[in-house]
C-alpha cells in the first residue's frame, strides 16, 4: 500500500462484491463503504475531519501502531455515529471548542486509540452512543480527558488519561458510563467528576492520581459506584460529594491526600465497605449538614499527616461506623452541633494523640462494643445538649477515660477503664452523667473525679486499685447508689472523718444524700498570708518607683471596694465592681509585685479570703492533649481560691496561629469558672500591650469579664536610677561620687528593644555592680568600711 492511500476490502455477502479497492482520501474510502466492510489505513498524516456513518473497520496498517495521524487543521478530527470497529489511530484536534473524537450514537468498538489534542474533550460520547473502548489514551491539556454527556453511556476498559486540562473523566445530562481498570493522573480538575441527575458511573479497578482537584467528583444528585479503586496524590480532597449525591466504595483505598480524605455535605449519601483511607492532612471523612449521612463497614482509617480529628460530623449530619479501626490520628472521633449524630458499633480507636471521641455543641454519640487505647482522651462530652451512650465499651492506657462538662449528660453503661494515667472518669463545670455498672481499675488518679457539684449518677459502679483514691467529690451533689472500691481509705461524705473500712468497701445513697460515699479530702489551705491593713500596703504601693498611673488605678479600685462595703453596712446598695483586671507593659515594669498587693489589699478589705498570689502561664495551663488542659486550669484555680490568680503572658493561650491549640480549652474554662465563682478568686491576665489588646479583641467572652486595663509604663533612667539606689540601701551599700550620673548615662545609653527588663535590668545592673565591686575590694589589704560599702563608675557592667 503506498503512503497515504486507503484500501477498503468490500466484504458483502454475494461472491461478486468480495474485492479491494484503494483510496486517495479516507472520505473516499468511507464513502465508498458499506456496512461490514473494512478499511486499511496507510501510515501518513490525513488532514481530514472523518465522519464514520457506517459499521465498518476503520484500522491502520498491522503492525504500524500510532502511524496514521488525523490531524486536521480545526473542527472534529473523528465523528462515530455507528457501531464500527476503529482501531490503531493516532487522533488530533486543534479546535479548543470541539472534541477530538466524537461518538454521537450506536455501540462502536474503539481499541488502541491515541487522542493528542488541545481540544474541549479528548473523547466525548453522547446521546445514545454506547461504545466499548479499549486500551485508549488520551492527552489533552486543553480540555475534559473523555466525555460522557446527555444520556450516553458505554464500557472503557483499560484506558488512560495521561494529561487534562479540566477534569480527567466527566460524567453529565443522565449519562452512565462504565470504567475497568482505567487510570486517571495529571488532570487540572477532578480525576472523575459525575454531576447531575440520572448521571452515573460505574468505576472497577480504577486508578486516580497525581490530579490538581479533587479525586472525585460527584454532586447535583448524580451517583457512582467505586469498587477495588485507587484515589491518590491529589492536591484537593481525594473524594467530594456535595447536592444529594450518592457514592458505593467498595474494596477502595484512598491515600495520600493533603486535604479531607473524603468530603461529603448537602444531603449527600456516602457507603463504604472493606475501604482503607490513611496518609490524609485534614479529616479522613468529613459529614457536614442535615441529610448528609456515610455509612461505614469493615473499614480503616489511619496514619494521618496533619492536626485534624480523623471523623468529623457536624452541622446536623449522621455517620455510622460498624466494624471500623481508627488509629494513629490527633483525634478519632468529632461530632458537632445539634442534630449531629455518630453511631459506632464493634470498632477499635487506637495511638490516639488527642481525643477518641468528641461530643459537642448539642450532638449526640452512641458507642456499642468500641474499644478505645493509647489515647490521652477516651470521650470528651463537652457541654450542654451534647450527650448518647457508650455501653459495653473498654477504654485502656489513656490520661482520663471519659470527660463529661459544662452541661453535657450522656449515658454510660458496663464500661470499662483501665490504667488511666489521671481519672477514670472526670465531671466538672456542670456536666452531668449516668453511670451505670462501670469500673475503673489501675488509676495513676481517682477511679471517678467529680467536682463543682455535678450532679452525676453512679450506679453499681467500681473501682480497684487506684493510685490516689477509688472516688473524689469535691462538694455533695452525685447520686450514688451500690457504689465499691477496694480502696482502703474509701468512701465519705464531704467533710467526714476517714472511715475505719475493710479492704472493699460499698458505697449506698439515696434520695440525693451522698452517706458513706467516697469525698474529695478537704482542699489543701491557701499558703498564709500575713493580715495587713489596707493603708499598710497601699504604703508600700506608693513606696514603689514610678508606676504613678497604676498606683491612681489601683486607689480608684480600692476606694469604689471600700466605698460600696460601707454602703452595705449602711443597709443602701453598692455598685458591683469587677475586680478582675487586665496588666499590660514590658517585663520588669513591676506587675507581679502589684498584683501581690492587689490581693492583699482586698484581702484586708474583707474581699478576698486570703488574698494569696498565684503566678502561673501557659505552660501551667496547657497540657499535651485536650483533657488534661481543662483539668489544669481548674487545678491551678483551684490553688488560688481565696486569692489572686495572676497569668502571666496570657495572650499565649491565643496565639495568632492557634489552628487547634489547646490553649483554646484554657480560655474556656478559665471563663466558665470565673463565672461559677466570681467572688472567689481575682484573676488577673497580663502581658505586652499590643499582644494583650488583640488576645482581647479575638475572646470577647474572657474581655467581658475584666472591669479594667492597667497599663505599665517602661521606666525612666531616673526610675531605674532610684531602683539601683534603693537597692543598695537594703543591702547596705552607698552610690559613691560619679555613680549615680554613671548610671544615669548608662540607662539613658541602654537599648530599648523587646529585651529590655525595665525593673529587672535595674536589680541586674546592681547585682553587677557588687560583682565587679567585690573583685576590685578583693585586691586590698586593709579594706576600710567605706571601701567595703561605696560602689564606683568603675562597678559598673559594660553595656550590651
Same mark, same amino acid.
Given at each position: 500500500?503506498? *503512503?497515504?492511500?486507503?484500501?477498503?476490502?468490500?466484504?458483502?455477502?454475494?461472491?461478486?462484491?468480495?474485492?479491494?479497492?484503494?483510496?486517495?482520501?479516507?472520505?473516499?474510502?468511507?464513502?465508498?463503504?458499506?456496512?461490514?466492510?473494512?478499511?486499511?489505513?496507510?501510515?501518513?498524516?490525513?488532514?481530514?475531519?472523518?465522519?464514520?456513518?457506517?459499521?465498518?473497520?476503520?484500522?491502520?496498517?498491522?503492525?504500524?501502531?500510532?502511524?496514521?495521524?488525523?490531524?486536521?487543521?480545526?473542527?472534529?478530527?473523528?465523528?462515530?455515529?455507528?457501531?464500527?470497529?476503529?482501531?490503531?489511530?493516532?487522533?488530533?484536534?486543534? =479546535?479548543?471548542?470541539?472534541?477530538?473524537?466524537?461518538?454521537?450514537?450506536?455501540?462502536?468498538? +474503539?481499541?488502541?486509540?491515541?487522542?493528542?489534542?488541545?481540544?474541549?474533550?479528548?473523547?466525548?460520547?453522547?446521546?445514545?452512543?454506547?461504545?466499548?473502548?479499549?486500551?485508549?489514551?488520551?492527552?489533552?491539556?486543553?480540555?475534559?480527558?473523555?466525555?460522557?454527556?446527555?444520556?450516553?453511556?458505554?464500557?472503557?476498559?483499560?484506558?488512560?488519561?495521561?494529561?487534562?486540562?479540566?477534569?480527567?473523566?466527566?460524567?453529565?445530562?443522565?449519562?452512565?458510563?462504565?470504567?475497568?481498570?482505567?487510570?486517571?493522573?495529571?488532570?487540572?480538575?477532578?480525576?472523575?467528576?459525575?454531576?447531575?441527575?440520572?448521571?452515573?458511573?460505574?468505576?472497577?479497578?480504577?486508578?486516580?492520581?497525581?490530579?490538581?482537584?479533587?479525586?472525585?467528583?460527584?454532586?447535583?444528585?448524580?451517583?457512582?459506584?467505586?469498587?477495588?479503586?485507587?484515589?491518590?496524590?491529589?492536591?484537593?480532597?481525594?473524594?467530594?460529594?456535595?447536592?444529594?449525591?450518592?457514592?458505593? +466504595?467498595?474494596?477502595?483505598?484512598?491515600?495520600?491526600?493533603?486535604?479531607?480524605?473524603?468530603?461529603?455535605?448537602?444531603?449527600?449519601?456516602?457507603?463504604?465497605?472493606?475501604?482503607?483511607?490513611?496518609?490524609?492532612?485534614?479529616?479522613?471523612?468529613?459529614?457536614?449538614?442535615?441529610?448528609?449521612?456515610?455509612?461505614?463497614?469493615?473499614?480503616?482509617?489511619?496514619?494521618?499527616?496533619?492536626?485534624?480529628?480523623?471523623?468529623?460530623?457536624?452541622?446536623?449530619?449522621?455517620?455510622?461506623?460498624?466494624?471500623?479501626?481508627?488509629?494513629?490520628?490527633?483525634?478519632?472521633?468529632?461530632?458537632?452541633?445539634?442534630?449531629?449524630?455518630?453511631?459506632?458499633?464493634?470498632?477499635?480507636?487506637?495511638?490516639?494523640?488527642?481525643?477518641?471521641?468528641?461530643?459537642?455543641?448539642?450532638?449526640?454519640?452512641?458507642?456499642?462494643?468500641?474499644?478505645?487505647?493509647?489515647?490521652?482522651?477516651?470521650?470528651?462530652?463537652?457541654?450542654?445538649?451534647?450527650?448518647?451512650?457508650?455501653?459495653?465499651?473498654?477504654?485502656?492506657?489513656?490520661?482520663?477515660?471519659?470527660?463529661?462538662?459544662?452541661?453535657?449528660?450522656?449515658?454510660?453503661?458496663?464500661?470499662?477503664?483501665?490504667?488511666?494515667?489521671? @481519672?477514670?472518669?472526670?465531671?466538672?463545670?456542670?456536666?452531668?452523667?449516668?453511670?451505670?455498672?462501670?469500673?475503673?481499675?489501675?488509676?495513676?488518679?481517682?477511679?471517678?473525679?467529680?467536682?463543682?457539684?455535678?450532679?452525676?449518677?453512679?450506679?453499681?459502679?467500681?473501682?480497684?486499685?487506684?493510685?490516689?483514691?477509688?472516688?473524689?467529690?469535691?462538694?455533695?451533689?452525685?447520686?450514688?447508689?451500690?457504689?465499691?472500691?477496694?480502696?482502703?481509705?474509701?468512701?465519705?461524705?464531704?467533710?467526714?472523718?476517714?472511715?475505719?473500712?475493710?479492704?472493699?468497701?460499698?458505697?449506698? *445513697?439515696?434520695?440525693?444524700?451522698?452517706?458513706?460515699?467516697?469525698?474529695?479530702?478537704?482542699?489543701?489551705?491557701?499558703?498564709?498570708?500575713?493580715?495587713?491593713?489596707?493603708?499598710?500596703?497601699?504604703?508600700?504601693?506608693?513606696?514603689?518607683?514610678?508606676?504613678?498611673?497604676?498606683?491612681?488605678?489601683?486607689?480608684?479600685?480600692?476606694?469604689?471596694?471600700?466605698?460600696?462595703?460601707?454602703? *452595705?453596712?449602711?443597709?443602701?446598695?453598692?455598685?458591683?465592681?469587677?475586680?478582675?483586671?487586665?496588666?499590660?507593659?514590658?517585663?520588669?515594669?513591676?506587675?507581679?509585685?502589684?498584683?501581690?498587693?492587689?490581693?492583699?489589699?482586698?484581702?484586708?478589705?474583707?474581699?478576698?479570703?486570703?488574698?494569696?498570689?498565684?503566678?502561673?502561664?501557659?505552660?501551667?495551663?496547657?497540657?499535651?492533649?485536650?483533657?488534661?488542659?481543662?483539668?489544669?486550669? *481548674?487545678?491551678?484555680?483551684?490553688?488560688?481560691?481565696?486569692?489572686?490568680?495572676?497569668?502571666?503572658? @496570657?495572650?499565649?493561650?491565643?496565639?495568632?496561629?492557634?489552628?487547634?491549640?489547646?490553649?483554646?480549652?484554657?480560655? =474556656?474554662?478559665?471563663?466558665?469558672?470565673?463565672?461559677?465563682?466570681?467572688?472567689?478568686?481575682?484573676?488577673?491576665?497580663?502581658?505586652?500591650?499590643?499582644?494583650?489588646?488583640?488576645?482581647?479583641?479575638?475572646?470577647?467572652?474572657?474581655?467581658?469579664?475584666?472591669?479594667?486595663?492597667?497599663?505599665?509604663?517602661?521606666?525612666?533612667?531616673?526610675?531605674?536610677?532610684?531602683?539601683?539606689?534603693?537597692?543598695?540601701?537594703?543591702?547596705?551599700?552607698?552610690?559613691?561620687?560619679?555613680?549615680?550620673?554613671?548610671?544615669?548615662?548608662?540607662?539613658?545609653?541602654?537599648?530599648?528593644?523587646?529585651?529590655?527588663?525595665?525593673?529587672?535590668?535595674?536589680?541586674?545592673?546592681?547585682?553587677?555592680?557588687?560583682?565587679?565591686?567585690?573583685?576590685?575590694?578583693?585586691?586590698?589589704?586593709?579594706?576600710?568600711?567605706?571601701?567595703?560599702?561605696? +560602689?564606683?563608675?568603675?562597678?559598673?557592667?559594660?553595656?550590651?
Amino acid at each position: 500500500m503506498a *503512503q497515504g492511500t486507503v484500501q477498503v476490502t468490500h466484504t458483502g455477502t454475494s461472491r461478486w462484491r468480495r474485492r479491494t479497492g484503494e483510496y486517495a482520501s479516507l472520505a473516499a474510502a468511507l464513502e465508498a463503504a458499506s456496512d461490514g466492510d473494512i478499511l486499511t489505513v496507510a501510515p501518513g498524516t490525513y488532514r481530514e475531519n472523518l465522519v464514520v456513518q457506517r459499521a465498518v473497520t476503520l484500522r491502520g496498517t498491522e503492525g504500524s501502531a500510532g502511524s496514521v495521524r488525523i490531524a486536521p487543521s480545526e473542527g472534529v478530527p473523528l465523528t462515530v455515529r455507528a457501531s464500527a470497529v476503529v482501531q490503531d489511530l493516532h487522533v488530533e484536534g486543534q =479546535d479548543s471548542s470541539a472534541p477530538a473524537l466524537l461518538v454521537e450514537d450506536g455501540a462502536p468498538e +474503539l481499541a488502541d486509540i491515541r487522542v493528542v489534542t488541545r481540544s474541549a474533550a479528548g473523547i466525548e460520547v453522547r446521546g445514545g452512543a454506547r461504545p466499548t473502548v479499549r486500551r485508549c489514551t488520551v492527552d489533552n491539556p486543553g480540555g475534559i480527558g473523555i466525555a460522557v454527556l446527555d444520556g450516553g453511556g458505554g464500557v472503557f476498559e483499560e484506558c488512560e488519561i495521561v494529561a487534562a486540562g479540566q477534569s480527567g473523566i466527566a460524567v453529565r445530562g443522565g449519562a452512565h458510563p462504565r470504567l475497568e481498570r482505567c487510570r486517571v493522573h495529571h488532570a487540572s480538575g477532578a480525576g472523575l467528576s459525575v454531576t447531575g441527575e440520572h448521571s452515573g458511573l460505574e468505576a472497577i479497578g480504577c486508578e486516580v492520581y497525581e490530579v490538581k482537584g479533587a479525586g472525585v467528583h460527584i454532586t447535583g444528585r448524580a451517583s457512582a459506584h467505586l469498587t477495588d479503586c485507587d484515589v491518590h496524590r491529589t492536591t484537593s480532597d481525594g473524594i467530594t460529594l456535595d447536592t444529594d449525591a450518592v457514592l458505593t +466504595l467498595a474494596d477502595c483505598r484512598i491515600h495520600d491526600i493533603p486535604e479531607n480524605a473524603i468530603d461529603l455535605r448537602s444531603r449527600s449519601v456516602l457507603t463504604l465497605t472493606r475501604s482503607t483511607v490513611h496518609r490524609f492532612g485534614r479529616n479522613g471523612l468529613s459529614v457536614w449538614d442535615p441529610g448528609t449521612r456515610v455509612d461505614a463497614n469493615q473499614c480503616e482509617i489511619h496514619d494521618s499527616t496533619g492536626d485534624y480529628p480523623a471523623v468529623w460530623v457536624s452541622d446536623g449530619a449522621t455517620a455510622v461506623l460498624e466494624s471500623c479501626r481508627v488509629r494513629d490520628v490527633p483525634d478519632a472521633l468529632f461530632v458537632l452541633d445539634r442534630g449531629s449524630r455518630a453511631d459506632v458499633v464493634d470498632s477499635d480507636l487506637s495511638q490516639v494523640r488527642n481525643t477518641a471521641v468528641s461530643v459537642s455543641d448539642g450532638a449526640t454519640a452512641q458507642l456499642d462494643d468500641c474499644r478505645i487505647r493509647e489515647a490521652a482522651t477516651g470521650a470528651w462530652f463537652r457541654d450542654h445538649g451534647s450527650g448518647g451512650t457508650l455501653a459495653n465499651c473498654t477504654v485502656d492506657a489513656v490520661q482520663t477515660g471519659v470527660i463529661v462538662t459544662k452541661g453535657a449528660d450522656p449515658t454510660i453503661e458496663r464500661c470499662t477503664v483501665t490504667s488511666p494515667a489521671e @481519672a477514670g472518669f472526670y465531671v466538672s463545670a456542670g456536666g452531668r452523667g449516668s453511670f451505670h455498672g462501670c469500673r475503673v481499675s489501675g488509676s495513676g488518679g481517682y477511679g471517678f473525679h467529680v467536682i463543682d457539684g455535678c450532679r452525676t449518677t453512679l450506679k453499681k459502679c467500681r473501682t480497684e486499685r487506684c493510685a490516689r483514691g477509688g472516688f473524689e467529690f469535691s462538694e455533695e451533689g452525685p447520686l450514688v447508689e451500690e457504689c465499691t472500691s477496694d480502696e482502703s481509705g474509701g468512701p465519705r461524705a464531704p467533710g467526714s472523718a476517714p472511715l475505719e473500712a475493710p479492704a472493699v468497701q460499698t458505697a449506698t *445513697q439515696t434520695a440525693g444524700l451522698l452517706g458513706s460515699v467516697p469525698a474529695q479530702p478537704p482542699r489543701p489551705a491557701a499558703p498564709e498570708v500575713s493580715a495587713r491593713a489596707s493603708k499598710e500596703v497601699l504604703g508600700e504601693l506608693d513606696a514603689l518607683v514610678g508606676l504613678d498611673s497604676v498606683k491612681r488605678e489601683v486607689r480608684a479600685l480600692t476606694d469604689m471596694i471600700e466605698v460600696g462595703r460601707r454602703r *452595705q453596712q449602711a443597709g443602701l446598695k453598692a455598685a458591683s465592681v469587677r475586680r478582675h483586671l487586665v496588666f499590660t507593659g514590658s517585663p520588669g515594669t513591676g506587675k507581679t509585685t502589684v498584683a501581690r498587693l492587689y490581693g492583699e489589699i482586698l484581702a484586708s478589705l474583707g474581699v478576698l479570703e486570703s488574698g494569696h498570689l498565684v503566678e502561673v502561664s501557659r505552660v501551667d495551663l496547657v497540657g499535651e492533649h485536650i483533657g488534661s488542659t481543662a483539668i489544669r486550669t *481548674q487545678e491551678a484555680f483551684d490553688r488560688a481560691r481565696g486569692g489572686v490568680l495572676f497569668i502571666d503572658e @496570657a495572650y499565649a493561650l491565643s496565639p495568632e496561629d492557634s489552628g487547634r491549640d489547646f490553649g483554646r480549652e484554657a480560655i =474556656d474554662t478559665l471563663v466558665k469558672l470565673m463565672e461559677d465563682h466570681r467572688e472567689a478568686v481575682v484573676v488577673i491576665v497580663a502581658g505586652y500591650t499590643e499582644e494583650m489588646r488583640r488576645f482581647l479583641s479575638v475572646n470577647p467572652g474572657v474581655a467581658s469579664r475584666f472591669s479594667r486595663t492597667i497599663t505599665f509604663s517602661d521606666y525612666a533612667p531616673e526610675e531605674l536610677l532610684r531602683i539601683v539606689e534603693q537597692q543598695a540601701e537594703e543591702h547596705e551599700y552607698r552610690l559613691g561620687t560619679g555613680a549615680g550620673e554613671a548610671l544615669l548615662k548608662y540607662f539613658t545609653a541602654l537599648p530599648k528593644g523587646p529585651a529590655f527588663g525595665n525593673g529587672r535590668t535595674a536589680r541586674q545592673t546592681f547585682e553587677a555592680m557588687v560583682e565587679r565591686h567585690a573583685g576590685r575590694v578583693a585586691q586590698l589589704p586593709e579594706p576600710s568600711t567605706d571601701d567595703l560599702t561605696l +560602689l564606683y563608675p568603675e562597678d559598673l557592667p559594660e553595656p550590651v
